[in-house]
């Protein structure tokens, strides 16, 4: 049922992708990922169950859509490993087929509900055969035994399962890149240098993670710090450039700005 | 020959006596199809004075149209006719067609109850009496369609009407359903106890899914 | 002009293709009435093919003696019409007489399907039968809720099983999902390949994913 609570507005990663692309007519370097993400996570918050197979799928779009974004932020293509890169282009390549085929039935369900809506203005004729005609007519209930219609009772009034998962064991999760981007903002210039993984061990929710390394693209972007990675995979170090804690530049105005930011 | 612009006499008349709320013959014209369209898609006889209401015309003027109506159809030959029965109106086969239409009934376009119907009369039988409400609100979906379909066979019938604010019309099985299922009364139906849930419910347990809280006996004392 | 007598054209047609079995006009005309008559009692579509055989004609006679009278009926400007939905012939109000009819019937209206829902249902019609899993890999998210309200509400329906390894549930749409949507048959829907995205949607799509740097900055050289 909490798909139907959603279905206003996204229905899905595909569809939540294909409005910030298209219906807003924003590409994906003018947008900020933090507004994606964000704009998942209030869906998330909407929903009377935290779904996780829906965020799963969320979040495996997210992590493409984080590469192909840290992809283009780096400087010099030419520090880029080509097999990386190739398997970048694939996943590319996937999510926009994907993404094609989601807006194909997007468009189609359009055409159904025309011709559902159309087909509504006219009522069907269902009265059937006038009585006398009725003692002619196979009895239906043949070869049915008063054991079939006790399980049909049991089936008809069976508790439906609602899929819906046992949460008492998981905090709500009320996170967003803006907020990140502010505790980056008080944190990073006190620390100085520190990598990502030091500055991430805290976290407990891969999610939280996601989303400081959001705030942290977004502060690249900015130019509020430098961003270093030896090797694929390897840990990143970020320095902050950004000035003094708590000076001019500080906190309110980066973390206020990220909702508005398109460039 | 049945031309609904050769019907509209009445509604001429009716203009005369108002004067300063002329008809348009388009608008009267809608007036006839109106009522072909109504009749067609009811699922018992329209009784007059409800089509003079959902057409706002005097009940006399909704009577003299359907009668015109039945006899162009009868003129036209039609293989359908428009009766007046049990105080409305319904279209009904012609009975000369009578040999074709009992071809077709023995035929018999669904020779068994669909999964639903069968869980709707089940209800019924457990449930009786009981209103439409009540079934919908078990199976979920709106019943009326098959509570006509179990009607139409004899196997359930409006059995009364709840004694409460809104009288809800009850539903119950017949004789006839007892006659078939060779049961002496519906006290030897076979108790729902000995039944356990279905494979679906058991799986739904299994996997740790909640159930809804009808059934979900005690509450989880948590807090 | 809905007069049987005027459609018989068909059947005359039939009779000197058979001249050793010549139909007398009044037989013929019966014909056309018992189409009527026979439609008009059925609670579904009625396949030509049932009629062929009640009415000993052959499938095609049956058809254009059905397409006339539909034309027949909508000319003389009834309230009602005669159509070809799921497979078969039924009666229905016309849809100018909606707003009359609405009022009519007040339940038995069913609720809009949401826009998932809808998303869905798009999904098995195009490319049933389908399994779950197939369903969920197109729209990104567990179809199990939509696709059990689709059941309920008669659109979708378990057709078979994957003959595979793993004996996946297939999908595909009903009958009712036919009416529901004023369709013959699915291969009446819209080719999909009208709803391809065009260039324009595609490119937007590929800016949106690119790779490369934006303009300002300098673009890879490819290595």
Same mark, same amino acid.
């Given at each position: 049922?909490?798909?139907?609570?959603?279905?206003?507005?996204?229905?899905?990663?595909?569809?939540?992708?294909?409005?910030?692309?298209?219906?807003?007519?924003?590409?994906?370097?003018?947008?900020?990922?933090?507004?994606?993400?964000?704009?998942?996570?209030?869906?998330?918050?909407?929903?009377?169950?935290?779904?996780?197979?829906?965020?799963?799928?969320?979040?495996? %779009?997210?992590?493409?859509?984080? !590469?192909?974004?840290?992809?283009?932020?780096?400087? =010099?293509? =030419?520090?880029?490993?080509?097999?990386? !890169?190739?398997?970048?282009?694939?996943?590319?390549?996937?999510?926009?087929?994907?993404?094609?085929?989601?807006?194909?039935?997007?468009?189609?369900?359009?055409?159904?509900?025309?011709?559902?809506?159309?087909?509504?203005?006219?009522?069907?004729?269902?009265?059937?055969?006038? !009585?006398?005609?009725?003692?002619?007519?196979?009895?239906?209930? !043949?070869?049915?035994?008063?054991?079939?219609?006790?399980?049909?009772?049991?089936?008809?009034?069976?508790?439906?399962?609602?899929?819906?998962?046992?949460?008492?064991?998981?905090?709500?999760?009320?996170?967003?890149?803006?907020?990140?981007?502010?505790?980056?903002?008080?944190?990073?210039?006190?620390?100085?240098?520190?990598?990502?993984?030091?500055?991430?061990?805290?976290?407990?929710?891969?999610?939280?993670? %996601?989303?400081?390394?959001?705030?942290?693209?977004?502060?690249?972007?900015?130019?509020?710090?430098?961003?270093?990675?030896?090797?694929?995979?390897?840990?990143?170090?970020?320095?902050?450039?950004?000035?003094?804690? *708590?000076? *001019?530049?500080?906190?309110?105005?980066? *973390?206020?700005?990220?909702?508005?930011?398109?460039? | 020959?049945?031309?609904?612009?050769?019907?509209?006499?009445?509604?001429?008349?009716?203009?005369?006596?108002?004067?300063?709320?002329?008809?348009?013959? @388009?608008?009267?014209?809608?007036?006839?199809?109106?009522?072909?369209?109504?009749?067609?898609?009811?699922?018992?006889?329209?009784?007059?004075?409800?089509?003079?209401?959902?057409?706002?015309?005097?009940?006399?003027?909704?009577?003299?149209?359907?009668?015109?109506?039945?006899?162009?159809?009868?003129?036209?030959?039609?293989?359908?006719?428009?009766?007046?029965?049990?105080?409305?109106?319904?279209?009904?086969?012609?009975?000369?067609?009578?040999?074709?239409?009992?071809?077709?009934?023995?035929?018999?376009?669904?020779?068994?109850?669909?999964?639903?119907?069968?869980?709707?009369?089940?209800?019924?039988?457990?449930?009786?009496?009981?209103?439409?409400?009540?079934?919908?609100?078990?199976?979920?979906?709106?019943?009326?369609?098959?509570?006509?379909?179990?009607?139409?066979?004899?196997?359930?019938?409006?059995?009364?009407?709840?004694?409460?604010?809104?009288?809800?019309?009850?539903?119950?099985?017949?004789?006839?359903?007892?006659?078939?299922?060779?049961?002496?009364?519906?006290? @030897?139906?076979?108790?729902?106890?000995?039944?356990?849930?279905?494979?679906?419910?058991?799986?739904?347990?299994?996997?740790?899914?909640?159930?809804?809280?009808?059934?979900?006996?005690?509450?989880?004392?948590?807090?």
């Amino acid at each position: 049922m909490a798909y139907e609570v959603s279905t206003e507005v996204f229905d899905g990663p595909f569809d939540l992708l294909l409005h910030l692309i298209l219906r807003e007519e924003l590409d994906l370097y003018e947008i900020s990922l933090a507004r994606i993400v964000d704009a998942y996570l209030a869906e998330v918050e909407r929903m009377e169950a935290f779904d996780l197979d829906l965020a799963t799928e969320f979040l495996l %779009i997210a992590a493409t859509l984080v !590469e192909l974004k840290a992809r283009r932020l780096l400087p =010099d293509p =030419d520090d880029v490993d080509l097999d990386d !890169e190739l398997v970048l282009w694939e996943e590319r390549d996937l999510l926009l087929a994907r993404l094609l085929e989601c807006k194909t039935f997007k468009d189609a369900a359009g055409v159904l509900r025309r011709l559902s809506d159309r087909a509504a203005r006219s009522f069907p004729r269902r009265l059937g055969p006038e !009585e006398h005609f009725l003692a002619l007519t196979p009895d239906l209930l !043949e070869g049915i035994t008063a054991a079939d219609l006790c399980r049909a009772f049991v089936r008809a009034t069976a508790p439906r399962p609602v899929p819906t998962v046992d949460l008492d064991h998981v905090a709500p999760i009320r996170l967003s890149v803006a907020e990140a981007v502010d505790e980056l903002v008080d944190e990073l210039p006190r620390a100085g240098r520190i990598t990502f993984r030091r500055l991430t061990s805290g976290l407990v929710e891969r999610l939280a993670v %996601i989303v400081r390394f959001l705030a942290l693209l977004e502060l690249f972007k900015q130019g509020l710090v430098e961003l270093e990675q030896a090797d694929a995979f390897g840990d990143i170090e970020i320095r902050w450039t950004g000035g003094e804690a *708590g000076s *001019g530049d500080g906190r309110v105005p980066v *973390g206020a700005a990220v909702d508005d930011y398109e460039g | 020959m049945s031309d609904p612009e050769e019907l509209l006499d009445p509604l001429r008349l009716d203009q005369d006596a108002e004067p300063d709320a002329p008809r348009r013959p @388009d608008a009267a014209a809608d007036v006839v199809r109106a009522i072909e369209a109504i009749v067609l898609v009811a699922t018992e006889p329209v009784p007059p004075d409800l089509l003079a209401q959902l057409l706002e015309l005097p009940v006399v003027t909704v009577e003299q149209l359907c009668q015109r109506l039945a006899g162009a159809y009868e003129e036209a030959g039609h293989g359908f006719a428009l009766v007046r029965v049990a105080g409305g109106y319904r279209y009904q086969s012609h009975p000369d067609l009578a040999p074709y239409v009992e071809r077709f009934v023995l035929e018999g376009q669904s020779a068994r109850l669909s999964a639903a119907a069968l869980e709707t009369l089940a209800i019924v039988a457990y449930k009786q009496p009981l209103s439409r409400a009540q079934v919908a609100a078990i199976r979920g979906v709106d019943p009326d369609a098959v509570l006509r379909t179990l009607q139409s066979r004899g196997y359930v019938d409006q059995v009364g009407r709840d004694p409460g604010p809104g009288q809800a019309v009850l539903w119950g099985t017949t004789p006839l359903f007892l006659e078939r299922l060779g049961l002496d009364s519906v006290a @030897d139906l076979p108790p729902i106890a000995d039944f356990v849930p279905g494979a679906e419910v058991v799986e739904a347990l299994e996997a740790g899914l909640r159930l809804a809280p009808d059934v979900d006996a005690p509450p989880p004392d948590g807090g």
